[in-house]
């Protein structure tokens, strides 16, 4: 063989062990020795590769949170977090820095696509009772990403310091400061004083690239590997009325090679005859989707530029300021109550999500859409949803000057 190729060779297999596989056994072993890979089980069922099983959501999440750390880590080595210099070092990647527009709204939509994501990633997992035994840790794993999503967010809000982004985390660090005891204290250490300046932009810039990123990768690491742990999707064959409620299915017995590289808690009814191999069914969706996902980032960044209004000004607030639009819904029950509307209301949300899967714990409707033996809880979830989706619209478009009713095609409205 030629020396070049003979080295190459040496060099590629050092890096990748296993070549393109060709065998099951290949197949089973690209899997296993990975470091990226070996995330995967080395078969996975057919039927969870339907595009309409998970719509791809969780993995579309996962992208999204990609993406932004690497258009963010980018945008750091241009953004300086001081009060003098944070909006031209923004407006500058618009008309300064080589393709800094296209990064900062890559960045931005990509931001807000992950909301929407999580969302409905979450509504999924609801909707096909997937948070019950034994995903309940992961399900509160998942509620806490979801929060910490909503935070990474809303930190991010600030660093432009433009009106929109002083006045939006103004009124969002008000409604901090509705909760009971704390929420002064809250607010106080957020900001880092009692207004919004230097001491909150810097918090809000170490918060936003430190701190809540490393948490998120921490968390979304335990959520994977969870996934897996559990015995991968849930299936309709964990309906199972005669288990113990709560209990997760019994596992079964393995068989040839998936003993080597199967989870630790098979799920049941395994079929050798339903499963395909994750090399090279699985991975080549997850690239699809990667590509997918990114064009739509990119084309949105390519055709709608990320807002940038005017300089910050602490005494000339817009009326009425408004806060990020996944906040809307919270504003706008605090503008009829501020204690039930900021605190009782998504404080109630958010523990009713987490004691869910222990308070439900009926084997019954698991991994199927709109099951007829959860329609009390779908459709409260619905309804739910719902609400908070009329309370944005209603933020959004008809709340004019001192939070009065406007209608937004009347003249001037
Ligand atoms: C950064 C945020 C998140 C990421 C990256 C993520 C990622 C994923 C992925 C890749 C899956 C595999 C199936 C799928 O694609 O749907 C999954 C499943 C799951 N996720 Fe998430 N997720 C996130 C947030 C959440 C949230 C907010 C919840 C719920 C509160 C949640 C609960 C679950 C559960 C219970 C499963 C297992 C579902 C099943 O077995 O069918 N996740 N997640």
Redo the contacts with the bound molecule.
Sequence with gaps: MNPFRRFWQTVYRSVFRVGIPKTNLGRAQAMVSSFLLHLHPAKVRRDSLRPTR?F????I??YL?IILVVSGVLLMFHYVPSVERAYDSVRDLSFVVTAGVLLRNCHRWAAHLMVVA?VL??A??FL?G??KAP?QF??G???G??LL?LFLSFTGYLLPWDQLAFWAITVGTSIAAYAPGVGELTRFSLLGGNIVGQASLLRFYVLHVVVLPAA?ILM?AV??YR?RK?G???HPDEDQPTVEEGEAPPPQKSYGLMALTESSTPYVGRDPGKEVFAWPHLLIREVLLFVGTFSVVLLLAIFFDAPLEELANPIHPPNPAKAPWYFLALQELVAHSAFLGGVIIPGALVLA?ILLPYLDRRRVGI?RWFARERWLANGTFLLVLLALAILTVIATFFRGPNWDWVWPWAAGG
């Design positions: 998970t791809g959501l969780g993995l999440t996962l949170f999580i990633h979450m999924r997992v096909m997937a948070y995903r992961n399900w794993v998942g509620v990403l979801f999503t998120a979304i959520h994977l996934i559990d991968g999707l849930a999500l991994g």
